[in-house]
Each structure stands twice: as C-alpha cells, then as structure tokens.
C-alpha cells in the first residue's frame, strides 16, 4: 500500500473516497502523454529540459522515466513546471534495483519508493484515487495502472516454463531478468497477477461511481496482445504484457488506452476504443525526428480531445513519427 504522509494535492483537487463528488482536475485545457523518455540517456535529457509550458493542461508520464531517483525528480520536477496536473504509471525501468546505487529496494519496496517521490511532487499515481479530467475533451475518468506482465504474449506450443528459454533462442531476453525483482512475490507473473486483481477491482469501482464517465487508461505494458508488432525481436512480446488485460478497454468503457514500452509510435482503434502508443525512446529511435528538427514537444500526443472518431470502430494502424 501506499505511504500515509503523501504531500498535499493541488488546490481543488480531493480524494475520490473523501467526498460524494467527482474529484475535478481542471476545467480547461487539453490532456497529453508520453512515455519511455528514458533520462538515463544525455540526449534525452536535453530534450526534456527544453519541454515548453502547457498553462491549463494535462500530463500523462506513461512509465519509463528513467532508473533512478534524479531521474525520477528531474522528470517530475519538470513537467509539473510546464503543465497543471501530471500522472505517472511506472515502466519496468523504474523498478530495477541497480548494483550500487540507490537504496537497494526490491519488488514493491521499490515500486513505493517511487511512488513516494512523486507525491513529493503532487504527481498522481496509480496508488491515488482516479480523478475526473474536466478538460478539453472531457469529462473522463484518468486511470493510471500497473500491471507488470506474466509472459502470457507468446505462441500456444511455447510452455509458460520453456518461455524465456524460447526468446533466448533468437537472442531476445529482456534486462528484467536480471534487474527486475518480485520481492516479495515468488516470481514476476505472481506478481503480476496480484497487480491485475487490485486494478481490475480499482477500475469497477470507477466504472460503478462514474457510470456515465468514460475512462482514459493508462498502463506501461500493452493491455491487448495485438498491438504488439516487434519486427527487429518479435519474442520480446514475453514482457509487453498480460492477456488477462485483453477486454478491459470493453469491460471498463474506456475512450482511450495509452501505453509505452514498446517505443513504435501507432494509434489503433478497437471495438470504438482508441488505442495510443506514445514512446519518446532511445536517441537512436528519434533520431529520425531530431533530424527534422523535432524533439519531446512534437512528440507529445494530444489524448484528449484527440483526433475525431473513425466511422468503422476498427480501422487500420497508423504509424506515427511523433505527436
């Protein structure tokens, strides 16, 4: 659970338990993401640091910051400078435990150290109550997740035990393996399946108090396996998800998912629901928008209000170069 000396919220702002009605985040303003800017990179912390101010709008940090504590207060720090309201769901980076460095936390030790430093910001996490967004494009339930992944995004003849094993035979085994700790869960899909239990609770009970409101989710990992396409290491699938999340844009009446991770910028559209991939990534993978001199601003993506809805609830993908 999360720390009980959590800082105090931006003015108007209330716990969902502590009143009858909605907790408002603003009243104007547009809502964006971005996810995986990866601060441990020098280039990418020159691009953050040239983020420009958003007055009125919204922030949705999609995991992958970066591994430390500085990463994480410069990447806090910084947008609630530029923008009224942030959220943050954490990425598998966060939760590595580095030799040497930091506290040595593990598993869900780790997981409440970040946490609390964003509270030291009034950044919003998945431990807070959801909050309606009243913005541009509004008024939507924001849902900040985390679900990990139980390495369930695999072929049918591939055994949950031969898994990884499977991936190391094309030379694909993911840097959790080694850096990415369940303390105190026996292992990471224990882990995981714990995780889709809390949220898949914390999300009825939105869609109970809110049934009118739809729900903007967001969650590092992809929720549906279909919208992971890894043409350079297709078995990296084993850590981009759970299927116990493939329905949860149907089951919750959600308007828009984003996730990260991946770092290939696409829209998809399922069942109306529209699907958002917002990764920043490596220098090496926007690169190609450095050179047309674009960086993390361009490559924010609008949320809401968003690009008008298709006429077919599911349309092909659109690869984006950035925003």
């Given amino acids: 659970m999360a720390s009980s000396s959590a800082a105090p919220r931006p003015p108007g702002q209330e716990m969902e338990s502590s ?19 990866h601060l441990a990179f020098a280039d990418n912390r020159v691009a953050w640091s040239k983020l420009a101010p958003h007055p009125g709008d919204g922030l949705i940090l999609c995991g992958d910051v970066g591994e430390s504590e500085d990463h994480l207060r410069s990447a806090f720090s910084k947008a609630i400078a530029c923008f009224d309201t942030v959220w943050w769901c954490p990425g598998n980076h966060e939760l590595y435990t580095l030799r040497g460095k930091g506290s040595g936390a593990r598993g869900e030790h780790k997981y409440q150290e970040c946490v609390a430093i964003a509270r030291e910001y009034n950044v919003l996490t998945p431990e807070d109550d959801f909050a309606v967004w009243n913005g541009e494009g509004g008024p939507a339930v924001v849902a900040p997740l985390f679900t990990l992944y139980d390495y369930s995004f695999r072929p049918d003849d591939v055994s949950i035990e031969g898994a990884v094993e499977w991936a190391n035979e094309k030379d694909t085994v993911a840097t959790d393996e080694f850096m990415l700790h369940p303390d105190p869960h026996a292992t990471r899909q224990d882990w995981c399946w714990a995780l889709v239990h809390k949220f898949e609770t914390k999300l009825g009970a939105a869609r109970a108090r809110f049934p009118s409101l739809p729900l903007v989710i967001a969650n590092h990992w992809q929720l549906r396996e279909d919208l992971v396409n890894l043409p350079l290491i297709p078995r990296f699938s084993l850590w981009c998800g759970t299927k116990l999340t493939d329905d949860w844009h149907r089951r919750f009446g959600a308007k828009v998912v984003i996730s990260g991770h991946i770092h290939i910028r696409r829209t998809d559209w399922r069942d109306g629901c529209r699907f958002e991939e917002v990764s920043l990534g490596y220098p090496r993978q926007w690169k190609k928008c450095a050179d047309m001199g674009k960086g993390v601003n361009e490559l924010l993506r609008e949320i809401l209000p968003g690009p008008p809805v298709p006429e077919s609830p599911n349309v092909p993908t659109q690869w984006r170069v950035y925003g």
């Fill in 19 to 37: 009143s009858s009605a909605p907790a408002i985040t603003t009243t104007k303003g547009k809502l964006y993401a971005i996810g995986d800017i």
